[in-house]
Structure formats: C-alpha cells, structure tokens
C-alpha cells in the first residue's frame, strides 16, 4: 500500500479546531510505524495543531469489531479533540464517522493498494484513486460507490433510491438519509478529479 | 426573438427533443423535423441517447440550424472527456449553436453500447462550469481563448425522483454552476412542480416534460429502460385493455399540456420521445 500526506494547504481548511486526534497505521505492514509516525508529526508540527492522542492501528484491529472497542478504550481523548486526521488509507475515515460524532478528515490520498497481499479489512472500502476527496461527500468514497463517480450530487438515475446501474442504495440518497452532508457544504462545487496524481503512479 | 429572448420575456414556449439518424442519410431526419419550424421554439438534439451510435448532437444542431430551426445542442459526460467536451462546445458556437443543454448521461450498460467505457470525467455540474470558463476567455488549462463563446446554458433535472429535496438541491447547484433554464424529465403530476416552485421561486425558467405515449410497447420500454422514468399507476390504468394506444396518448398530453399552461407553474412544455407529426397533432388541438 503506499499513501503519501496530502499538502498542508488543503488540510488547513478541513480542521475545524486546535485540537487533534489522530489515527496512523503501517500501511498494512508495508511501512513501519516509527517512520511513519516520524513523518506524521514532523508534518503535524507544520500544522501548529495540539494533539490530544494517537491511536497505531494495527491490520488485526483493522475491523469494525476491533475497531468499537478501541474508539471505547481512548474516548476521553477523542472527546478532548475538535478533529480526528486519519494518516490510514481511506478506508478508515469511512468508517468512523459511524461512532465518532466529530468531523473525520484524511489527511493522505491513497496511491496504490497492491492486490494479492493481505490488507486490513477497511482498505477494500478505498479504490487507492491517488486523489482523496471523501470529505466533500460526507465521508462516502464515490469513486467505489457511484458507478459514474459523481462530485456534485446524484445523477438523477437513481428509483426510490436504487441507482440506475446495480441494485443497490445510491451513496448519496444514504449521505442525505443519514444527515453525513449537511446543505451548505452540498452547495460547495467541487472542480473535476486532477487524473495527472495516479497517472503517474507505475 | 429567439429562445433565450422569448423564455426570458416570460412567454410559454414549448420545446421537443429529436434524435440524429442511425447512418449518413440526414434527409429524412432534417425534413421530419421541419414540420416544427416556427411552431416550436427550440428542438433538442440528443447526445448518443441510449449509448446509440449515431450522428452526433453537433451536426445534428447544425443542420438544423442551416434550415432554420434554433437547436438546444445537448452534451452529456458519459462519452467525452473534458478535453472533447470543451472543444465540441468552441466547436457549437463556432457554427452558430447558442443553446446548450447540459447533462451527465445515463450509465453505458443501461443502453445499447454496453461493451464501451464509460467516460465521465465530469458531470453536469462540472461540464456547465468549464463552459463558464469558455465564457470568461479561457479554457479548464488556463489557456487564453482568441475570442470567447456566449452560451445560453440549461441543465435537467428530475421531479420524479424520491427524495424530492435532494432534487431541489440539485437545481440550486447547476444555477450556481451556470444553468440559466431546466429542461425536467417527464412530469404527470402537477403537484410536485407546485412543491419545486415553493423550494426554488418563481424565477427560475422551467420547462416540463411531456410525452405522447403511442403504444404499449412504448410505455413499457419507457418504464423498464430508461432511467429516472416514473408513470403513475393512473396513468397507466387509462391504457389498460384498450387498443386506440394513440388516440389516447394525445388525449392524455393535450390534457396535460393545457394543465401545464394555465397552472402558470412551469415556463413550457418540453416533448420527449414524441413523434413530430404527433406533436403538431396535438399542439392543433391545443391551438397553439
Ligand atoms: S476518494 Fe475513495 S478511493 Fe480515493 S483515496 Fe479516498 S477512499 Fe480511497
Ligand atoms: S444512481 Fe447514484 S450511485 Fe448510481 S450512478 Fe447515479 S449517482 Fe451514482
């Protein structure tokens, strides 16, 4: 798996406070978490932010079961926190809003998930686009859910909420069931995808 | 007046869509739809509808254009990158095509070309601000335009779907994005322009869409293969076991049409999937 950690700038205008709880893994073993986190904070450093806690997320605990037990065990911090960053895939930053009722930024893109390895289980919600942009829509990954991809709201295809192309829920009539995108912040036009990042990638 | 002038002026204008022909014969396809000269005020020239291979919407507006119809050239995401879509709205206005509508496409495998890769590079709401873009003088690279377009943009949007809000939404966003007047999908009941127009006001130019139903098979095909369509059950109970499909069908879109305009609710009629001969049949007996 390799992600790298989205420029400051963007980050800048995502956080909502000072403080910062923070999510990290090790890339589903590929990386270690003493030099990932030493990138983690160097950047974090960068960002003038107070960080309440850290949280190392291991493939093991990469599950919801894990994962409910976990956000029990560190509770106090997160609620001390104004954000939570997530240095994961963008597996994870889907998930937790689910338990977490603050808002849940990843700080990385997602460049390649190699297939044949074994990966934690929330790196199947991430397609590895190279551009993460989840936290326009309400921390849903279109580019896995929506068949066309879609930034700026529904297609219009979609009956009683089935999308047009298979049979299931259409992520954005879930986003708005669910109140995960509230109408301001749906009003926002988010610009075409930058292709060139996972062009790139070999 | 052209379109743009007479929406504006606030008259009811009625719009209808046709399709490019299958196949390098454009005669039947531009004499066809001249029985609609100058008693309609804009035809729709559809974008691959269905992911049918045939002539594209370009052409298609403009030989329209040469014989004196004003086209709504449509494009849509699914086919052409944001390169190509760029480069056909230059090429549009470059030939005289002003009217623009807007919209993301239908899937690939929910029409006929299933084995091609679906594009959408954008949508409907990206495609409106590139060529807002244009309009400003300079392309989505930042690239400097010798001379700038001046479109008059319209987007889609679908009163049937559920939630309604969702829709409304929608509308607010493509008007930011650009959209000066909508084209909706096929609307049977007029209630639910009343809840739109409570949600979006009164300014906003609307023109809703009706069809003339000429078979059974039609409606069938309408139900189960096109996306977004919904047909009231009432409606269909109107053409249960009966065979004049037709007559009924024009019955049925006068009715509507002359609902249409005397609610004041909606800006125009819009005919989709409708035969031109069966609209002039039916705007005969409206006495439009
Ligand atoms: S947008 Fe989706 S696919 Fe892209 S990095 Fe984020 S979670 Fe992964
Ligand atoms: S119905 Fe929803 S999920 Fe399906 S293509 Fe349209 S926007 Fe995407």
Partial sequence: ??????????????????????????????????????????????????????YNLTMDKCNVGSLKKIIDEIEDDINRADNILTFTCGGLPQILPNYIKKPVIPATNTLKIEPGRSLGSFARLCSAC?????????????????????????????????????????PWVILFRTNRISEEDFLKIIPPKDFSKILLQE | MNFEEKLKSGRFVITAEVSPPRGVDVSS??????????????????????????ITSLVGSYLLLKDGIEP??????????????????????????????VLTGDYTTTGIAKSAKPVFDLDAVNIL??????????????????????????????????PLDIEIL???????????????????????????????????????GVTIFKSVEM??????????????????????????????????????????????????VHFLASRPSDIIEVMNILRW
């Fill in chain 2, 129 to 162: 601000k590139i060529a807002k873009g244009l309009e400003s003088g300079e392309d989505f690279t930042g690239k400097k335009l010798n001379k700038s377009p001046n479109f008059f943009l319209g987007a889609v949007f679908n009163p049937n779907l559920t």
């Fill in chain 2, 29 to 54: 396809f531009v004499s066809r739809t001249l029985i609609l000269k100058d008693r309609i005020d804009a035809v729709n020239v559809t974008d691959f509808q269905n992911v049918g291979v045939r």
């Fill in chain 2, 170 to 208: 929608k509308i607010k966003k493509k008007i930011l994005a650009g959209a000066e007047f909508f084209q909706t999908q096929l609307v049977f009941d007029l209630s639910i322009m009343e809840r739109v127009r409570e949600k979006v006001g009164g300014e906003i130019k609307i023109i809703a």
């Fill in chain 1, 1 to 54: 798996m390799r992600i790298e950690i989205k420029k400051i700038e963007e980050i800048k205008n995502l956080i909502s406070g000072k403080k910062i709880f923070i999510f990290s893994c090790d890339n589903c073993g590929f990386e270690s978490f003493e030099k990932k986190n030493k990138e983690v904070f160097f950047y974090l450093a960068e960002l003038k932010t107070e960080i309440v806690g850290i």
């Fill in chain 2, 72 to 101: 709504i050239f449509q494009i849509t995401a699914r086919d052409r990158n944001r390169v190509a879509i760029s480069g056909e709205l230059l090429s549009a206005y470059a030939l005289g095509i002003r009217n623009v509508l």
């Fill in chain 1, 130 to 170: 190279g551009e993460c942009w989840i936290y326009y829509t309400g921390n849903l990954c279109m580019e896995k859910l929506c068949p066309k991809k879609m930034r700026n709201g529904p297609c219009g295809g979609a009956e009683d909420g089935i999308c047009e192309v298979y049979e299931r829920l259409c």
């Fill in chain 2, 219 to 268: 409606i069938e095909y309408m139900i189960n293969n096109v996306p977004g369509i919904k047909i009231p059950k009432y409606i269909l109970e109107k053409f249960e076991g009966k065979d004049n499909i037709r007559s009924i069908g024009i019955e049925l879109c006068v009715d509507l049409c002359s609902k249409m305009k005397e609610s004041k609710l909606v800006d125009g």
